[in-house]
């Protein structure tokens, strides 16, 4: 899957990609973009990381689908313990 200019897939391993939206793109938004892939079983978890990370940007990304919204500036560690437990809810 592409969106265009600002975002793409990019295949890592047998069952494992990610995906990269913005946000605030023209035409459509990376939340458009992830309803859209929330309505297929086999697409990941998705993290949503955002520097617009307002209430209505969180609920809006968890409506659609997101398993986690993490704000910049962020830690590293920050986001390694999130993935871990976003990884660890999806395998349960």
């Not at 859209?36 to 998705?46: Q, Y």
Request: aromatic letters at 6%; glycine letters at 12%.
């Amino acid at each position: 899957m592409r969106s265009g200019a600002g975002g793409g897939s990019v295949g890592l391993a047998p069952g494992i990609w990610r995906d990269t939206f913005e946000l605030r793109m023209s035409g459509w938004s990376g939340l458009t973009a992830l309803e859209k892939l929330s309505r297929d079983p086999k697409v990941p978890p998705v993290v949503v990381i955002t520097a617009f990370g307002s209430d209505e940007v969180h609920e809006r990304a968890e409506r659609a689908g997101a398993a986690a919204v993490l704000d910049k500036p962020f830690d590293l560690p920050d986001l390694t313990s999130l993935g871990r437990r976003v990884i660890a809810r999806h395998a349960a």
